[in-house]
Nanobody, 123 residues
Framework: QVQLVESGGGLVQAGDSLRLSCAASGRLFANYAMAWFRQSPGKEREFVATITRSGDHTNYAHSLRSRFTISRDNAKNTVYLQMNSLKPEDSAVYYC????????????????WGQGTQVTVSA
């Protein structure tokens, strides 16, 4: 089992950058594929990015791949989401998720979730 705690959210202006972190507790972090999702009020939780257990492969929501970067440091049990050129439409609660095995964009395949961190981008 793994517990996830996100941090790094906040209020920024359009065009700014922000880096989110997700710290995992528990053993064998490197056995978990990791992902970021986000949810805005009134909308379903949507896929943002995912990364393999070793960090050698990533995948992104098509509309975000030019601005967002997912990475991980298995020595620190942490996954990151670097967000550049932020837009007001990026405002959402961002969630970190983990699953044993292969990475996937499918929300329902993730077994463990953090509590989320709020990102608000003002125009």
């Amino acid at each position: 089992q793994v517990q996830l705690v996100e941090s790094g959210g906040g209020l920024v202006q359009a065009g700014d950058s922000l880096r989110l972190s997700c710290a995992a507790s528990g053993r064998l972090f490197a056995n978990y594929a990791m992902a970021w999702f986000r949810q805005s009020p009134g909308k379903e939780r949507e896929f943002v990015a995912t990364i393999t257990r070793s960090g050698d492969h990533t995948n992104y929501a098509h509309s975000l791949r030019s601005r967002f970067t997912i990475s991980r440091d298995n020595a620190k049990n942490t996954v990151y989401l670097q967000m550049n050129s932020l837009k007001p439409e990026d405002s959402a609660v961002y969630y970190c998720a983990a699953r044993l095995g292969l990475f996937t964009m499918a929300r329902g395949q993730y077994e463990y979730w953090g509590q989320g961190t709020q990102v608000t981008v003002s125009a």
